[in-house]
């Protein structure tokens, strides 16, 4: 799963993933702050609109904006 954030710097980038972590402790996470996107890749999870939506809950109690990136061809 792959989801565009806001994330500016490393201290972002680690609030994100403590609160990400706390919902799904068992998930492997990676951000790419160098990219425009800032996104944070997260495997170990299903690629579908319910745990999106958890994870972007879990950003958002971050204070940032996280938003699912798709391919199209997830179970919506």
Do not use: Y
Not at 36 to 63: F, N, Y
Request: hydrophobic residues 35%; proline residues 3%; negative net charge.
């Amino acid at each position: 799963m792959k989801l565009q954030t806001n994330a500016k710097c490393q201290d972002c980038v680690a609030a994100i993933k403590t609160a990400v972590k706390r919902k799904f402790p068992d998930a492997d996470l990676r951000m790419e702050l160098e990219t425009t996107d800032k996104v944070l890749h997260i495997h170990g999870l299903p690629e579908d609109s319910t745990h999106a939506a958890q994870v972007e809950s879990a950003i958002r109690e971050a204070g940032f904006q996280g938003s699912w990136i798709t391919d199209g061809d997830e179970n919506l």
